[in-house]
């Protein structure tokens, strides 16, 4: 077969169709192939019919129509499936060709991939591509990361199929060496959940709280969508609120109240508590899915036992936009944690990342897209070695601004039995930052008296550890110092 494809992709579920379709819109010719054979006459058959489009039955045949560098396109279910095609594709590539992941990997597989791809003498890109269906067919974020000799073969085709923002700059860019790009999907789809989980707490403050109905609900996130909430999640639940079943009433009224998830939330969790920084806010809206599946047992439980009616009374116009301001606020500390994660993994794998570009990734495309994220570009441009996104001159006044409301929203919650674990613990987490003296002395010496596990002392430099025998009975004999 002549070497005519730009490119290759396997894989033709959702997210790979659109994406073929989004390249060949851009002018590049895609060589597809699906381990189900079939599903690659039946793609050029329909969707692909009149384009561009290449069909390959075998990876042979996919392979032998690539342009050199060859780029292979994976769009696979993660993990064994993506070492499986690595596995088949090394030996029909040769020196210089790449490999591509495009799926949801994790992020230490990725950097498994890359150093193993690499020994055979090819390139490896892991790459997060988020927006869904819509965003791969129209232009979606995406996020490489790998070996960085790879990245001028495939910026001209991610660059061109990906979102554009107002200034038509690309979602897309190098994020750094190895498993860079996913763990930067990772801590996007982290981030996803928590925006999704203060949302569904808000929804819940109005809707059991306030006695809102859909419509209400509805008019109340098109108002918020107007503002400094602006963003692709508040617009599809206003969106979701409005749309009616065939009888009339509210669609979402109809749904189980019981959510999935695909483990990313709990990849973020898992990396945080690794790199030792606290992703709480994240960690709530994981767990807060866990509860929503216990549906049979919350049913039962609910018939036993007693708490507060969860009435909220007073203006409703007030508690609306103080509902408004505590989402706001709890966001900005959820992105806080996010951006506090991915600069410790830069430090602990030596990736170089650059904060500002990762804002400006997800300004378009993907699912966590927002006005928003303009001014942690903002920020991050004008200090980028910014600490922390709370200390930032724009995001310390929100926070100021929003305070007494956000208060106002959790204690109100707290005492009328509403649940807002992720309000509550984005709050808790502020207040814990600000605070220049933590409880932790009593809880070290509490590790000292059971463990002999040590302390520092505050009138002595730090990285001096002392030991006290506190009963008189131990000896003087201390543990080790490590940190978990």
């Given at each position: 077969?002549e070497?005519?494809?730009?490119?290759?992709?396997?894989?033709?579920?959702?997210?790979?169709q659109n994406?073929?379709l989004n390249m060949n819109?851009?002018?590049?010719?895609v060589?597809?192939?699906?381990?189900?054979?079939a599903?690659?006459?039946?793609?050029?058959?329909?969707?692909a019919?009149?384009?561009?489009?290449?069909?390959?039955?075998?990876?042979?045949?996919?392979?032998?129509?690539?342009k050199?560098?060859?780029?292979v396109m994976?769009?696979?279910k993660a993990?064994?499936?993506?070492?499986?095609f690595i596995?088949?594709?090394i030996p029909?590539?040769?020196?210089?060709?790449?490999?591509i992941?495009?799926?949801?990997?994790?992020?230490?597989?990725?950097?498994?991939r890359?150093?193993?791809?690499?020994s055979?003498?090819?390139?490896?890109?892991?790459t997060?591509?988020?927006g869904?269906e819509?965003?791969?067919?129209?232009?979606?974020?995406?996020?490489?990361?790998?070996s960085?000799?790879?990245?001028?073969?495939?910026?001209?085709i991610?660059q061109?199929v990906?979102?554009k923002?107002?200034?038509?700059s690309p979602?897309?860019?190098w994020?750094?060496?190895?498993?860079?790009g996913?763990?930067?999907?990772?801590?996007?789809?982290?981030?996803?959940?928590g925006?999704m989980?203060l949302?569904c707490?808000?929804?819940h403050?109005?809707?059991?709280?306030?006695?809102?109905?859909?419509?209400e609900?509805?008019?109340?996130f098109?108002?918020?969508?107007?503002?400094?909430l602006?963003s692709?999640?508040?617009?599809?639940?206003?969106?979701?609120?409005a749309?009616?079943?065939?009888?009339?009433?509210p669609m979402?009224?109809k749904?189980?109240?019981?959510?999935?998830?695909?483990?990313?939330?709990?990849?973020?969790?898992?990396?945080s508590?690794?790199?030792?920084?606290?992703?709480?806010?994240?960690?709530?809206?994981?767990?807060?899915?866990?509860?929503?599946?216990?549906?049979d047992?919350?049913v039962?439980?609910?018939?036993k036992?007693?708490g507060?009616r969860?009435k909220?009374?007073g203006d409703?116009?007030?508690?609306?936009?103080?509902?408004?301001?505590a989402l706001?606020?709890?966001k900005?500390?959820?992105y806080a944690?996010?951006?506090?994660?991915?600069?410790?993994?830069?430090?602990?794998?030596?990736w170089n990342l650059?904060?500002?570009?990762?804002a400006?990734?997800?300004?378009?495309g993907?699912?966590?897209?927002?006005?928003?994220?303009g001014?942690?570009?903002?920020a991050?441009d004008?200090?980028?070695?910014l600490?922390?996104?709370l200390l930032?001159k724009?995001?310390?006044?929100a926070?100021?601004?929003?305070?007494?409301?956000?208060?106002?929203?959790?204690?109100?919650?707290v005492?009328?039995?509403?649940?807002?674990p992720?309000?509550?613990?984005?709050?808790?987490f502020?207040?814990?930052y600000?605070?220049?003296?933590?409880?932790?002395n009593?809880?070290?010496?509490?590790?000292?008296?059971?463990?002999?596990?040590?302390?520092?002392?505050?009138?002595?430099?730090?990285?001096?550890?002392f030991?006290?025998?506190?009963?008189?009975?131990g000896?003087?004999?201390?543990s080790?110092?490590?940190t978990?």
């Open positions: 077969m070497a005519t494809a730009d490119i290759a992709l396997i894989g033709l579920a959702v997210m790979g994406l073929v819109d851009h002018g590049f010719t060589v597809v192939y699906n381990r189900t054979v599903k690659v006459d039946e793609f050029l058959n329909k969707e019919k009149g384009t561009k489009v290449i069909g390959a039955h075998s990876l042979q045949e996919m392979v032998s129509s690539l050199r560098p060859r780029r994976l769009l696979v993990g064994k499936a993506v070492d499986e596995e088949q594709l029909l590539l040769e020196p210089g060709d790449i490999i992941d495009g799926g949801n990997s994790l992020y230490l597989d990725t950097i498994r890359t150093s193993y791809v690499e055979k003498g090819l390139l490896y890109i892991g997060g591509v988020s869904g819509e965003g791969a067919r129209r232009g979606p974020s995406i996020m490489p990361g790998g960085p000799a790879a990245w001028p073969h495939v910026k001209p991610f061109a990906s979102a923002v107002e200034n038509g979602c897309c860019d994020v750094g060496e190895n498993g860079a996913h763990f930067v999907k990772m801590v996007h789809n982290g981030i996803e959940y925006d989980q949302i707490e808000a929804y403050l109005m809707s059991a709280g306030l006695g809102m109905t859909a419509d609900m509805h008019q109340a098109a108002s918020w969508n107007d503002g400094e602006n692709y999640l508040i617009e599809i639940t206003r969106d979701i609120l749309f009616k079943d065939e009888d009339g009433t979402v009224d749904i189980l109240d019981t959510a999935g998830q695909k483990g990313t939330g709990k990849w973020t969790v898992n990396a508590l690794d790199l030792g920084i606290p992703v709480t806010l994240i960690g709530e809206a994981v767990y807060s899915r866990c509860v929503s599946a216990l549906k047992e919350r039962a439980a609910a018939k036992l007693k507060p969860g909220i009374a409703r116009q007030k508690v609306v936009e103080d509902i408004r301001k706001y606020a709890s900005i500390v959820s944690q996010g951006f506090m994660l991915m600069r410790e993994a830069a430090k602990e794998y030596k650059n904060n500002g570009g990762i400006l990734m997800w300004r378009g993907c699912i966590i897209r927002s006005v928003f994220l001014k942690i570009k903002e991050f004008a200090n980028p070695k600490s922390n996104l930032d724009f995001f310390q006044q926070i100021k601004d929003a305070q007494r409301s956000w208060r106002n929203v959790v204690s109100t919650a005492k009328k039995g509403i649940p807002v992720a309000f509550s613990s984005a709050l808790a502020y207040d814990a600000r605070s220049g003296r933590l409880p932790a009593l809880l070290q010496a509490q590790r000292d008296y059971f463990g002999a596990h040590t302390y520092e002392r505050l009138d002595k430099p730090r990285g001096e550890f030991h006290t025998n506190w009963t008189g009975r000896g003087s004999v201390a080790s110092t490590y978990v």
